[in-house]
């Protein structure tokens, strides 16, 4: 077996870097690293990419060049090619070559695919200056030494930006959230703010232009099975394979002041409001991945594909569907969007576990059912609607209470809700305030997850008052 070498992968020199990437997953690797490989002008467009925790990925790609193979894995077979589109890899925690890059006129943008907690942002979007680790980094701006989290990383990079002259620059946040670019645009503000930086404050409020993005290309974690089916299929050794589907999708909003690759070139598409593309692609798929987690979880399954065929789940998610549509712009064709989502979940070969898709149920119900079932609550309308939400939300709440064990950033707050007289209300008032304040939804939320909890493993979904 030979090893994947920046020789073997690539014809000629590494594209300049021009862009800087913190999070350095799966998720970037599938999606917004094989835009740019596939860009028209890709040989000018190099991504330097740090990873956010630990230096695994890092230390696994240095040796390859930073390149990797990308399994597409369709229904009926895989397709295994080399992405050399990232350039330089480095750990999280190299915060003095974050700076030297980003410091660099050449850099363009800098993304980010760090999951949705590790912005630290509030249920309203805000910065948490609250945050023992963003009051950390707020101290360490001050200080002038290095920070820990992403956005105050990014801070200490975009103010040795401004101090070097280097002119406008685009960050563009690719995480499942909404208007993640207003958000984080505000959050970097507030963060340099507090740290006293007001010029940087300033500076990033008039020329870092924040972009919004729906992203979607369904990407489990690799698995040694998936490294070996890399092996037999190139006959190379890649120390850091990934796996995705074939379908792909990018509806950007937003400038590039310093420019940006030809996306569109490859398939990427700029739109002036990407807010009905963000809510489709967030409550049609990310909402109705949750509900089969959790709902799937309760009901002894253990992916996507296998939940998806429960004919249970499946008049669930079509529920769901249906609730979440009445509150989407029309013209988003929201018939073939369902049918394509039912036949990329029923893709068994893409093997998504349910507890990785559980993982953060603090920061993924707050954005995937809530302002659904909030706007829904509003309209007023028949009792039993935002029910299957109601349902979604409450086995989560169940499987918490149960001593499930699900990955949370905000598990401290989780185990400390669990322990109080109202750990329903507790738990809700986690995810967003407003569920927590409205007793009716209280109420459906124990019911449904006591009946969860006590042995009835997938009940019915009470309605609401
Ligand atoms: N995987 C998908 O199918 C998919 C699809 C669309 C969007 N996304 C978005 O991309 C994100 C990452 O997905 P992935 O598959 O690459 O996951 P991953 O686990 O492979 O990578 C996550 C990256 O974020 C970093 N990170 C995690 N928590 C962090 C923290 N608290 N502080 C700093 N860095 C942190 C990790 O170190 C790693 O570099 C998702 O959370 C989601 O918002 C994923
Ligand atoms: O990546 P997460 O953890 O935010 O959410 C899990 C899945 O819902 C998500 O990754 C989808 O697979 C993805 O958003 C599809 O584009």
């Not at 593309?277 to 253990?302: I, P, T």
């Not at 039912?342 to 954005?367: P, Y």
Request: with cysteine; hydrophobic share 50%; proline share 5%.
């Amino acid at each position: 077996m030979t090893a994947l070498t920046r020789a073997s992968a690539r014809a000629g020199a590494p594209a300049p870097v021009r862009i800087v990437h913190l999070g350095l997953g799966a998720f970037h690797r599938a999606h917004q690293a094989w835009y740019t490989a596939k860009a028209e002008d890709a040989g000018e467009w190099g991504i330097a990419a740090f990873t956010g925790r630990r230096p695994d990925v890092a230390d696994a790609l240095r040796p390859q060049g930073g390149a990797y193979t990308l399994l597409e894995r369709g229904p009926d077979g895989d397709a295994a090619e080399t992405i050399g589109s990232i350039v330089e890899v480095w750990p999280g925690d190299d915060v003095a070559r974050l700076r030297e890059l980003v410091a660099r006129e050449a850099v363009a943008i800098v993304s980010l695919t760090i999951t949705e907690p590790a912005y630290r942002l509030r249920a309203d979007g805000s910065a948490d200056l609250d945050d023992a680790a963003v009051a950390a980094d707020v101290a360490a701006l001050a200080a002038g030494t290095d920070p820990s989290t992403p956005l105050g990383r990014l801070v200490a990079a975009l103010d040795a930006r401004r101090r070097a002259g280097a002119g406008p620059i685009a960050v563009m946040p690719c995480d499942n959230m909404p208007n993640a670019g207003g958000n984080v645009h505000a959050a970097l503000q507030a963060i340099a703010s507090a740290a006293g930086l007001d010029e940087t404050a300033a500076w990033i409020a008039s020329d870092v232009a924040c972009a919004s993005s729906s992203v979607d290309r369904i990407t489990p974690a690799t698995t040694d099975a998936d490294r070996a089916e890399v092996a037999r299929l190139t006959g190379l050794d890649d120390a850091s394979p990934v796996v995705t589907e074939p379908f792909r999708d990018w509806v950007v909003q937003g400038s590039f002041p310093a420019g940006r690759p030809v996306w569109e070139t490859a398939g990427a598409r700029f739109v002036d409001d990407v807010e009905p593309f963000e809510r489709r692609k967030l409550w049609l798929l990310n909402g109705s991945h949750s509900l089969l987690a959790y709902r799937g979880l309760l009901a002894g399954h253990a992916t996507v594909a296998e939940a998806i065929a429960d004919p249970v789940l499946r008049a669930e998610v079509d529920a769901w569907w249906g609730l979440a549509g009445e509150h989407l712009p029309a013209g988003l064709d929201l018939a073939a969007y369902r049918a394509a989502l039912v036949a990329r979940f029923e893709n068994a070969r893409i093997e998504h576990r349910l507890q990785q898709i559980a993982a953060e149920g603090v920061t993924k119900l707050r954005v995937r059912f809530v302002p659904v079932l909030l706007a829904e609550r509003e309209r007023g309308g028949d009792a039993s609607n935002g029910a299957v939400a109601i349902g979604a939300i409450a086995a989560w709440v169940a499987l918490v209470l149960d001593g499930v064990q699900l990955v949370d950033g905000r598990r401290a707050e989780v185990e400390t809700a669990m322990a109080s007289a109202t750990p329903v209300r507790d738990l809700l008032a986690l995810v967003e305030p407003r569920l927590a304040a409205d007793a009716s939804i209280v109420e459906a939320v124990e019911i449904a997850a006591s009946e969860a909890r006590s042995g009835n493993r997938l009940p019915t979904v009470p309605e609401l008052a």
